[in-house]
């Protein structure tokens, strides 16, 4: 049964050109993906949405690299992403950029995304932080009509929650852009200033997240029991007679012959 959220129209977006300052966003999270793409090895790389797409994983030894999405341009597959055409335990990695706050089901999406994906397998996720000065914007009445305003943002320690319940283990959590993200972002002397400010003392309040967790499957080994049962009772030994007592006997029925 699909929450009340997945029966709302949702707005996928096909490029990051169409959100604010996207170019900029895509490429900070480019460079957080790159400092892990060596590390990620198998023989397929899936990634989910139109987002995922456009985010560089050719630093990867992974040749096969495929886009699933609802969208039919520059995509692999077309297909429903909370519904993926693909066997259980057969990706290596898969990237969701940005896509849970635009999804009506967005635990289902994680599910899925759980699904396909082998025993450690890497797992990326890149979202907007409600707790940031991009999240406030949902508060200002002329922004939260606009787009991406309107939509659902998922806090980073609510997904690690979620992924810990399915047994991941969280191997980075960084943020980035500690700005609105609604006008332009600009460089100056108080801009860099305020970046190296907030990344020291205020790390977690970037505007935008990226998740690398990987996937751990603890073996079932059945434990055997260290006690045994002991019988309750002993059979009894019933000993034969000795030759001792056996010899008089025959010493008796001589002499009675005699």
């Not at 508060?139 to 939260?144: K, T």
């Not at 991406?148 to 191997?171: C, N």
Request: aromatic letters at 10%.
């Amino acid at each position: 049964m699909k929450p009340a959220l997945a029966f709302r129209k949702q707005r996928h977006p096909k490029s990051w050109l169409q959100i604010p300052n996207g170019e900029i966003i895509l490429k900070e999270i480019n460079e957080v993906v790159a400092k892990w793409c060596s590390k990620f090895f198998g023989y397929h790389l899936l990634k989910i949405g139109a987002l995922s797409g456009e985010v560089n994983c050719d630093d990867s030894p992974i040749n096969h690299q495929i886009t699933v999405s609802e969208d039919v341009d520059n995509v692999s597959v077309v297909a429903d992403i909370d519904d993926l055409p693909f066997l259980e335990h057969s990706i290596d990695v898969c990237v969701l950029s940005h896509v849970l706050e635009f999804n009506g089901d967005p635990h289902h999406v994680v599910r899925e995304a759980n699904r396909v994906l082998i025993p450690n397998g890497y797992l990326v996720i890149t979202g907007f932080n409600p707790f940031s000065l991009a999240g406030l914007n949902r508060f200002i009445p002329y922004r939260r009509q606009n787009f991406p305003w309107q939509e659902r943002f998922f806090s980073s320690m609510r997904v690690k929650d979620w992924l810990q319940l399915m047994g991941y283990e969280i191997l980075a959590d960084e943020h980035l852009l500690h700005s609105s993200l609604a006008g332009v972002i600009g460089e100056g002397k108080i801009t860099t200033y305020w970046n190296k400010f907030a990344k020291t003392f205020l790390p977690q309040l970037g505007s935008v997240y990226v998740i690398v967790a990987k996937k751990r499957v603890l073996p079932l080994t059945p434990i055997k029991p260290k006690w045994k049962l002991s019988p309750r009772f002993s059979p009894v030994k019933v000993t034969g007679m000795s030759s001792r007592h056996k010899s008089p006997k025959r010493n008796v029925l001589n002499d009675m012959r005699k």
